[in-house]
């Protein structure tokens, strides 16, 4: 039950963006940098139980026969949390340079004694998703997959690279992501601008909720809230997500590498 809320939490609060997808519409990849560095630290309250850090490499990557950015987001439990449930996750993604399109994404799970790794090759001419075990490489699933479909990673970039100054207050949006050989449908609702604390300063961001589906583990469906920078970086500065026993919190730890400097009011 913990690992799966820690590596849960620490997936669901950097992929939640992948619910921001309007009709699947495939954008170019304007909210992608080489070489970018965000850290987050995940905690109960004062406690600190995981951190998450995500990189983009400073080179493009082949995938597909196409240039990407590679981007790698691991995952691992720590202090008391990490002595209780040892946690170490890998996501990665190979972006196309010029779209947002996934065309290669690779996990790593480690929790406890259960560990798996997978890869999944998107072939979007022919519209299929193929699975494969990475035990013996050999292929495990084959399946149809909609024109702009997004996995756990690449969508964190896509919704960066959206105009939430064109959505309104209440609005929201059908989704759509592949994820564990499924492909998921939700929605996402925009709830306006927001200034908040951190520990950085003062910043104003955008407040967006992804619709939950009913579940043994969340409050509600409006159970996690993510604010987002209010630049051309749009990155997640915090995240709290409502559990059943308790609230869990990401914030951002550190950074460097963004296509611009964070803008922290610190009167």
Request: overall charge positive; proline content about 3%; glycine content about 6%.
């Amino acid at each position: 039950m913990k690992k799966i809320l820690i590596g849960g939490t620490i997936l669901l609060s950097l992929t939640a963006f992948s619910f921001f997808q309007e009709n699947n519409k495939i954008v170019d990849s304007t909210s992608l940098v080489k070489g970018e560095h965000i850290e987050y630290r995940v905690h109960y309250g004062f406690v600190n139980a995981a951190e998450a850090v995500v990189d983009v490499d400073d080179k493009f990557q082949m995938a597909n026969g196409r240039p990407c950015y590679k981007v790698v987001v691991n995952g691992r439990t720590t202090g008391v949390t990490d002595w209780v449930t040892r946690v170490r996750d890998t996501w990665a993604s190979h972006i196309d340079s010029e779209k947002i399109m996934p065309h290669q994404f690779y996990m790593k799970k480690q929790e406890g004694n259960y560990k798996a790794e997978e890869k999944v090759i998107f072939d979007h001419q022919q519209n299929v998703a193929k699975t494969f075990e990475l035990i013996d490489d050999k292929e495990k699933k084959t399946l149809s997959i909609p024109d702009g479909i997004q996995d756990v990673v690449s969508s964190y970039y896509y919704v960066r690279a959206m105009d939430f100054n064109k959505t309104k207050p209440g609005e929201s949006y059908p989704l759509s992501f592949f994820f564990d050989n499924k492909i998921y449908n939700m929605r996402l609702k925009f709830k306006g601008k927001e200034t908040i604390k951190t520990k950085f300063g003062k910043i104003e961001t955008y407040k967006i909720i992804p619709m939950l589906p009913k579940n043994n583990f969340f409050v509600d469906e409006e159970s996690v809230i993510i604010w987002v920078s209010n630049d051309a970086n749009k990155i997640p500065i915090r995240v709290e997500i409502g559990l059943k026993i308790g609230a869990l919190a990401l914030d951002l730890r550190s950074y460097s590498g963004l296509k611009q400097d964070l803008k922290f009011d610190n009167n």
